[in-house]
């Protein structure tokens, strides 16, 4: 969730770990700290509360800071209030080396009491500290920086990713993982580490990622990767597909306003190359399970959290109506520790955008520890989910950094699509049945398109929103999930209190919340539940709710009872989620953005989840 940026070559390194720590700042921003090596081989430690602009307007001029060997921190507090004392880098008493840290070291107060006794003088209140003291006990007997982080990472139980620099062996950072992301940047005759490739892409394409319990040594002239252990490890070079532009917000005000416009070609992207037209089914190589193994598939298990959550919703509706595999959908928070009864023929599948987000990792190893196949569908090539499952989808959908998840949401649902048009064709649906989907599927970006178009009705119908203090949102059958998300975005976002339910539910509780202060958001799209829905908002009209509601079509009764009516494109019922919810995400998004709110970087949240 923080975020970690490390240089080491012949330029100046503050400015570029500072740029990068500000590329992470969608991931946590409650403070942040950068420490760099001086040219007198001492420790420069600046560190801020705020954003990472209070840090750069806090540094001294160039003359003062120069080094060529920095690391940077941006935070998201977990142990510790936001404060600049609790800000990363921390050092040890001697202030010979400094250490930033993302994870949660689990035994902190053990080895924080055991310190303390012999002498120590902990300056923050946070479970990273322990580490620099503890490197810097171990570099007191004399191992050397890399030895030192290897013993100190035995003693600790706990999440981690770690760059280190120190004084006395200034001429290297020492970067190590386990359970956190950390990645090695490949320049000409420089190196970076970071937790987030999209903070050194401008710099270099060339990387490696770190395994779990790795601990590489980086100087200016190369690197050399180990185990925890002390077995030597060559490091698979990857090369980063992802565009430079993608990590620019061009033309738009905020990142989610241009990844809510990107999702005509995100989305197609995510079937670019899938569809075997010959054959009306999908081809998803990555899954790597022969057609036997996917006809024997008899339950699935999606697993995941938030947004990826509600894609997995959708996708146990339309697996299920296409395919007829029952699907179980998940927590993965719930999962991991419930002890899941895993029936033989179960495909567990593993939902995360960012493929870092601890609670998923961990419902993916305990599944896999009892001997499943478990496969995952992940944005992020390279990130630690993609690499553990047994195969899996990459979604394709560009670098998502708005924390509020838009268009990876709808990547994950085109891909679960083809999953079940896949799984379906292996057992009851038809060619033309395939086809017809598959077909469609290929004219849901311009219908997309069509509903981008209505940008400014849908941010008119959100000025209506602006003094809300709580909504509603309601769906049927597919678009109970979808009412879920558009709550969840709205929420998250704007603040304002948010509730999804499937429509029936209404009346057996949330009813009595309805008022004329009350927006209620229904989509009631012209499927066999539509009469149903008719009904339902009937009585929210009854009690003077104020009603905005998404049709596919419009009719007298629709807009008798609506304040407020969007009329997006018509399409199958399969493929509906992909259009209802982008009024929803510009609903939110407008809410948000006239309420003044900080859109990208809502407080308290973060881009990828990696503590429990
Ligand atoms: C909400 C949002 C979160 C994430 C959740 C899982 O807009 O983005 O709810 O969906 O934290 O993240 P991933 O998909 O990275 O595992």
């Known amino acids: 969730m923080c975020g970690i940026v490390g240089y080491i070559g012949h330029r100046n390194a503050i400015p570029i770990v500072i740029e990068g720590i500000k590329r992470l700042e969608y991931r946590g921003y409650d403070s942040s700290g950068v420490a760099v090596i001086g040219s007198e081989n001492t420790l420069g430690l600046f560190r801020r509360q705020g954003k990472v602009i209070e840090l750069e307007r806090s540094l001294p001029a160039p003359s003062k ?4 060997v920095a690391i940077a921190h941006t935070r998201w507090a977990t142990h510790g209030e936001p404060s600049e004392r609790n800000a990363h880098p921390h050092t040890n008493c001697e202030k010979t080396l400094a250490v930033a840290h993302n994870g949660i070291i689990e035994n902190f107060k053990a080895l924080r009491d055991r310190l303390e006794a012999e002498g120590c003088v902990f300056a923050s209140e946070t479970d990273t500290e322990v580490l620099p003291h503890l490197i810097g006990f171990f570099r007191q007997k ?40 950390l990645i090695l940047g490949i320049g000409d005759d420089e190196f970076f580490v970071t937790s987030d490739v999209s903070a050194i892409i401008i710099h270099t394409k060339k990387v ?14 190369g690197f050399e990767i180990s185990t925890l252990d002390n077995i030597s490890v060559e490091g698979k070079v990857s090369i980063v597909e992802w565009d430079v532009s993608s990590i620019d917000k061009g033309p738009y005000k905020h990142f989610m306003l241009k990844e809510i416009f990107e999702q005509p070609e995100s989305v197609a992207n995510a079937f670019r190359g899938r569809i075997a037209d010959s054959l009306s089914t999908a081809r998803l190589g990555g899954l790597g399970l022969p057609p036997q193994e996917l006809r024997r598939i008899k339950q699935i298990q999606i697993i995941a959290c938030g947004t990826s959550w509600h894609a997995g919703l959708i996708g146990s509706y339309i697996i299920e109506d296409i395919a007829r595999v029952p699907v179980r959908v998940e927590y993965a928070g719930e999962y991991r520790y419930r002890n899941p009864i895993i029936p033989e023929d179960t495909l567990v599948l593993v939902i995360s955008q960012s493929g870092e987000t601890a609670d998923t990792l961990a419902a993916l190893r305990e599944a896999r520890a009892r001997g499943v196949r478990v496969l995952g569908l992940t944005n992020v090539v390279g990130s630690t989910i993609a690499r553990e499952t047994d195969g899996g989808v990459y979604i394709h959908a560009g670098a998502e950094i708005g924390v509020a998840s838009t268009k990876a949401f709808t990547s994950q649902v085109t891909v679960l699509t083809l999953l079940a048009v896949l799984l379906g064709r292996m057992r009851h649906l038809s060619p033309l049945e395939g086809a017809e989907i598959l077909n469609e599927l290929k004219h849901i970006p311009d219908k997309i398109q069509t509903i981008l178009d209505m940008n400014v009705e849908i941010r008119a119908i959100a000025a209506s929103m602006v003094d809300d203090r709580n909504a509603l949102y309601l769906g049927r059958g597919v678009h109970y999930p979808v009412a879920l998300e558009g709550a969840l975005k709205l929420k998250e976002i704007s603040y304002i209190h948010a509730e999804g339910y499937p429509a029936a539910e209404m009346k057996h509780g949330p009813i009595a919340l309805i008022d004329k202060e009350m927006p209620v958001v229904a989509i009631a799209m012209r499927d066999a539940l539509y009469d149903k829905i008719v009904s339902n908002l009937q009585e ?41 919810v982008i009024p929803l995400q510009l609903l939110a998004y407008h809410v948000a953005d006239l309420r003044n709110m900080n859109v990208d970087q809502p407080r308290n949240l973060a881009k990828s989840v990696t503590v429990e």
Request: with cysteine; net charge negative.
């Open 540 to 580: 929210v009209k009854a009690r003077h709710g104020r009603l905005i509601t998404i049709v596919d079509g419009l009719d007298d009764q629709i807009e008798a009872l609506s304040d407020h009516t969007l009329c997006i494109p018509a399409t199958l019922p399969t493929l509906q989620p992909l259009l209802s």
């Open 142 to 181: 004399g191992l050397d920086l890399t030895e030192a982080v290897r013993e100190t990472l035995q003693l600790v139980d706990g999440t981690y990713g770690i760059a280190v620099v120190d004084t006395e062996q200034p001429d290297r950072i020492v970067a190590a993982r386990k359970g956190s992301p």
């Open 65 to 68: 800071s120069a080094g060529n």
């Open 208 to 221: 490696i990622y770190l395994e779990d319990r790795e601990i590489v040594t980086v100087r200016r002239d």
